[in-house]
């Protein structure tokens, strides 16, 4: 499974993003998927993640600013990126696996895009 993700870059504090991820080369569904991010200097974290059904789990830093949602016709995740935030700076990674329905933990996901930098600075 390959994974491509698109749509990062530099956007001013308050501003808005929208990242999406596609998978491709599988003739199974993906069953969970989900965001993880890497601001410089500090470990990979959860951002948010959703199962096949549509059910969202977000960290806490992000709710009520990200919205994750999926299109599982076209075995896409997308996140949306509100009212962003200095410190939402980082590589943010798509993660997708076909057996686990359910996951906030990236050791569970099998599948990884090369990563997206989004960058929030005035």
């Known amino acids: 499974v390959q994974l491509q993700a698109s749509g990062g870059g530099l956007v001013q504090p308050g501003g808005y993003l929208g990242l999406s991820c596609a998978a491709s080369?599988?003739?199974?569904?993906?069953?969970?998927m989900g965001w993880y991010r890497q601001a410089p200097g500090k470990q990979r974290e959860l951002v948010a993640t959703?199962?096949?059904?549509?059910?969202?789990n977000y960290a806490d830093s992000v709710k009520g600013r990200f919205d994750i949602f999926r299109d599982n016709a076209k075995d896409t995740v997308y996140l949306e990126i509100n009212k962003l935030k200095p410190e939402d700076t980082g590589v943010y990674y798509c993660?997708?696996?076909?057996?686990?329905?359910?996951?906030?933990?990236?050791?569970?996901?099998?599948?990884w895009g090369q990563g997206t930098q989004v960058t929030v600075s005035s």
């Open positions: 080369g599988t003739i199974y569904s993906i069953n969970a």
């Open positions: 959703i199962t096949s059904g549509g059910i969202a």
């Open positions: 993660a997708a696996d076909l057996g686990i329905s359910y996951s906030d933990y990236d050791a569970d996901y099998d599948y």
